[in-house]
């Protein structure tokens, strides 16, 4: 009798369950072919959110982005829409975690400063984004990788740790080796895009880094904008300069083009 009953139902709402079985499939092709999307991961237990957009077109590579010190935030997912109207797909990686609380300077400098005491653990939480976001895009030949302040400084940690990439680009990030690392192990270029009077790696961090990347025969560029000290990039901080936002954008278009032909 239940059999007879569950047949008669199916029968006479087929119509419904047709459009029904219709609006999943448009909602899963839609998701399918969607150019933006978050993507969930766990580290020990922790949850993690990155974010991922793709050109529509034909893709000329992999950026990934690292965060400033307040966590992944509108700021990176913007600069990963600009890089996919670029024509490459943009991922802003999540460094500390979807349920950290990142209120104020007191936060921020919890997080960073962790981090920066526990280098493997820095280079796990890098590393488990990038493999995450690998299982989704396949491994592209062209791979960046940039960042913004604390991310600028998780850029050269990332070069240091012998990942494979096509370049590291630093947005006045901090520029100083820690003892007992090198970059005997790094396989892309770098590219240093750093204010004149930044406060918090100064011009005798930027000569230490270039004696470092020359002595192990690391290519490089250095973008030096005078007068301008830390976070150039960002509206609405006191160092923010149009100026020099512009010029370093400008920067790493250039090297993404030139270093995507080689």
Not at 56 to 74: E, P
Not at 111 to 117: D, G, I, M, R
Not at 167 to 172: L, P, Q
Not at 195 to 209: A, E, H, I, K, R
Request: with cysteine; proline share 1%; hydrophobic share 35%.
């Amino acid at each position: 009798k239940l059999n007879t009953f569950i047949w008669k139902y199916i029968y006479a709402n087929q119509n419904y369950l047709k459009f029904y079985d219709y609006f999943l499939y448009l909602i899963n092709t839609i998701y399918a072919n969607s150019h933006i999307k978050y993507f969930n991961y766990q580290i020990d237990g922790k949850d993690y959110s990155s974010y991922l957009v793709k050109p529509k077109g034909n893709t000329k590579g992999i950026i990934f982005i690292i965060h400033d010190w307040n966590g992944l935030n509108k700021y990176e997912k913007s600069r990963a829409d600009m890089l996919a109207e670029e024509g490459y797909v943009g991922v802003a990686l999540d460094l500390f975690g979807v349920n950290t609380k990142l209120e104020g300077f007191e936060d921020y400098r919890r997080e960073t400063s962790f981090l920066y005491q526990n280098r493997k653990e820095f280079r796990k939480r890098i590393k488990s984004g990038l493999i995450e976001a690998r299982k989704i895009l396949g491994n592209l030949k062209k791979q960046f990788i940039i960042g913004y302040c604390f991310g600028g400084a998780a850029v050269l940690e990332t070069a240091r740790s012998g990942e494979e990439m096509t370049g590291f680009v630093s947005f006045h990030g901090g520029l100083k080796t820690p003892e007992g690392q090198d970059y005997s192990e790094t396989s892309g270029s770098i590219l240093i895009l750093h204010g004149s009077v930044d406060p918090v790696s100064n011009m005798d961090d930027v000569t230490n880094l270039v004696k470092e990347l020359n002595d192990f025969e690391i290519q490089h560029e250095v973008h030096i904008y005078g007068g301008v000290r830390h976070s150039f990039t960002i509206k609405g901080s006191r160092d923010y300069s149009e100026n020099a936002e512009n010029k370093s954008w400008d920067a790493l278009l250039n090297y993404l083009k030139e270093n995507s032909k080689l």
